[in-house]
């Protein structure tokens, strides 16, 4: 896995999560939620720039049973929009269960489902991130 920052996206229909890969590729960490809508294709693609990132995953919400529903499509939707906008690579990635993890690291953490409402889309991106990147040693080893 080449060296550089990588970014993740949990695209949501209030928030994107969002978090960030040291230039290593070793550790990912969130960053600030942003507001879903028409800003975060300009909003994401500051952060690409800010970040000097080399590639942004955006998790695929995909089924139980691995279809597809309206949240995948929103995602591919989003993606396809702001791969219009930027020249790093873009890579879609099944984040089933990512969400359920993130929540579970935060409750371990001792924090309830209310007070950690704003951080779970980015925790959720963390999540995404860090198996990619585990991956990728993976691959390397």
């Given at each position: 896995?080449?060296?550089?920052?990588?970014?993740?996206c949990?695209?949501?229909?209030?928030?994107?999560?969002?978090?960030?890969?040291?230039?290593?590729?070793?550790?990912?960490?969130?960053?600030?939620?942003?507001?879903?809508?028409?800003?975060?294709?300009?909003?994401v693609?500051?952060?690409i720039?800010?970040?000097?990132a080399?590639?942004?995953?955006v998790g695929?919400?995909?089924?139980m049973?691995?279809?597809?529903?309206?949240?995948?499509?929103m995602a591919?939707?989003?993606?396809?929009?702001l791969?219009?906008?930027?020249?790093?690579?873009?890579?879609?990635?099944?984040?089933?269960?990512t969400?359920?993890?993130?929540?579970?690291?935060?409750?371990?953490?001792?924090?309830?489902?209310?007070?950690?409402?704003a951080?779970?889309?980015?925790?959720s991106?963390?999540v995404?991130?860090?198996?990619?990147l585990?991956?990728?040693?993976?691959?390397?080893?």
């Amino acid at each position: 896995m080449p060296k550089g920052v990588r970014l993740a996206c949990d695209v949501g229909s209030v928030r994107i999560g969002i978090a960030k890969s040291d230039f290593h590729g070793i550790l990912a960490t969130p960053l600030d939620a942003i507001p879903a809508g028409d800003s975060s294709i300009t909003q994401v693609n500051s952060l690409i720039d800010e970040y000097e990132a080399i590639e942004l995953i955006v998790g695929l919400p995909l089924m139980m049973n691995g279809t597809e529903g309206a949240s995948a499509q929103m995602a591919r939707d989003w993606a396809t929009q702001l791969e219009a906008q930027t020249s790093i690579p873009i890579r879609m990635v099944d984040e089933r269960l990512t969400t359920v993890q993130a929540q579970r690291g935060l409750h371990a953490a001792g924090r309830t489902v209310k007070n950690s409402r704003a951080s779970i889309d980015s925790a959720s991106a963390v999540v995404l991130l860090q198996s990619v990147l585990d991956s990728g040693k993976k691959e390397t080893q």
